[in-house]
């Protein structure tokens, strides 16, 4: 499987990662953790509106790809489905174990200079280049 290098695709969800934190921070006093977020929307309370919003803002993304150019965004999973059940299963595992997301710890805990985010974004990319190296180059996948 050939991995396609997008910089500036990426340049621009980053960005755009980069200034929702930085709003809903600002805005709202609220840590942008994707878990986090959709643990609310479906188990919250009273800010459960401002997470569904989030999230419908997020579903509606490759619908605003669709209506500027004609065409839904190209997405590729290279695995079944079992796998990805499984694969979402262990992400959920650690992510109650680590108490956040890649997005929460990653994107906002790192930019406020968390031991506890450091620690866990380092265990992430870690682990994620572990995983790698042993799918593709143990496993050949």
Not at 111 to 128: E, G, H, N, Q, V
Request: charged share 5%; hydrophobic share 50%; aromatic share 8%.
């Amino acid at each position: 499987m050939e991995t396609v290098f997008t910089p500036w695709q990426s340049l621009g969800g980053g960005l755009l990662i980069g200034l929702a934190s930085v709003f809903l921070m600002a805005l709202n006093g609220r840590i942008l953790g994707a878990t986090g977020i959709i643990s609310g929307a479906i188990f919250g309370g009273q800010d459960r509106w401002w997470r569904v919003a989030l999230l419908a803002g997020m579903i509606c993304g490759p619908v605003l790809v669709l209506l500027v150019t004609g065409s839904w965004p190209d997405i590729q999973v290279p695995v079944s489905k079992p796998m990805i059940l499984i694969g979402g299963f262990i992400v959920g595992i650690g992510v109650t174990l680590g108490s956040g997301c890649t997005s929460g710890h990653g994107v906002c805990g790192m930019a406020r200079l968390s031991p506890r985010s450091i620690a866990a974004t380092l265990t992430f990319m870690l682990t994620c280049a572990l995983t790698l190296y042993v799918m593709r180059h143990i496993f050949g996948l």
